[in-house]
């Protein structure tokens, strides 16, 4: 080490020193001060950069959300018109059939209207040639037909419905027994109402209330007869048809009906 020659060189090189030492403390305060300033600014261009980024990514997290959502609407689209172009071909199709169908209206009515007229009448014909029970329900009925054919309102279809209805009923009378009231004049020219007991087709009979009068139809003479041989068993039946005794058997006269071609 070297001496100082002279005490006042060495306090002056000792000052030098230390202005040094502190020009260079300050420097490096400065630098480092820079420095943190400078990644103080990076951090922060950094951080803005992510943000845009983050941004960047939303937004096109959105775009791909939505060009899903816009293929799959393609996608159902697609389906819908394919169902859309089977339904109008079948539809088509439909037209196709109903316009042949419409053409065969016309030639289907001329056929189908003269044949209901004719079972019309014929039911008219099996009324007036019948045992006549309830005759003028059925004979209303059968003017009711006749009134119907006529009417433009009723179609074609409810108008065949109709006429197998009253069919179906004039059928099922050959298969029931009833009991109803009926005003009857007699051969005496006496006239009053009757308990009327109907079985099936074959059998049509009255009675007064206090059964002292007995009778029945008589599809030989075509007419009402006196007839008490079946008077108890008459009263019996009408008591069943009203319910208020229990079925059981019946024995009565049953004659038969007249043919449609005896005079």
């Known amino acids: 080490m070297k001496r100082c020659i002279s005490s006042s060189r060495c306090v002056t090189v000792v000052l030098i020193a230390t202005s040094v030492i502190a020009v260079s403390g300050s420097v490096f305060a400065q630098s480092v001060d820079q ?8 951090l922060d261009l950094a951080q803005q950069s992510q943000e845009r980024i ?10 791909e959300d939505q060009y899903r959502a816009i293929n799959k609407e393609i996608d159902g689209l697609k389906v819908y018109n394919r169902l859309m172009v089977a339904q109008t071909n079948g539809q088509a199709s439909v037209l196709e059939d109903i316009s042949l169908s419409m053409d065969q209206v016309d030639v289907i009515n001329r056929q189908i209207f003269p044949m209901m007229e004719r079972m019309i009448d014929g039911l008219e014909q099996s009324v007036k040639l019948d045992v006549p ?11 009711l037909l006749s009134g119907i054919m006529e009417r433009p309102d009723v179609s ?27 005003s009857i004049s007699l051969p005496d020219g006496s006239t009053r109402d009757y308990n009327m007991l109907r079985i099936g087709r074959v059998g ?26 079946a008077r108890n068993e008459v009263r019996k039946g009408l008591r069943m048809a009203k319910q208020l005794i229990a079925p059981e058997l019946i024995l009565i006269p049953v004659h038969s009906a007249t ?4 005079s």
């Open 54 to 63: 983050n941004g960047i990514v939303e937004r096109t997290r959105s775009l």
């Open 204 to 229: 049509l009979y009255f009675q007064s209330d206090d059964t002292k009068v007995t009778g029945r139809w008589d599809t030989d003479a075509n007419d009402w007869v006196l007839d008490s041989s």
């Open 156 to 182: 074609v279809a409810e108008k065949f419905r109709k006429v197998m209805e009253a069919y179906q009923i004039e059928n099922d009378y050959g298969s029931s027994s009833e009991w109803y009231r009926q």
């Open 259 to 262: 043919s449609a071609g005896a």
């Open 35 to 42: 420095v943190l300033q400078a990644e103080d600014r990076r």
């Open 133 to 143: 029970f309830l005759l003028q329900e059925r004979t209303d009925r059968v003017n």
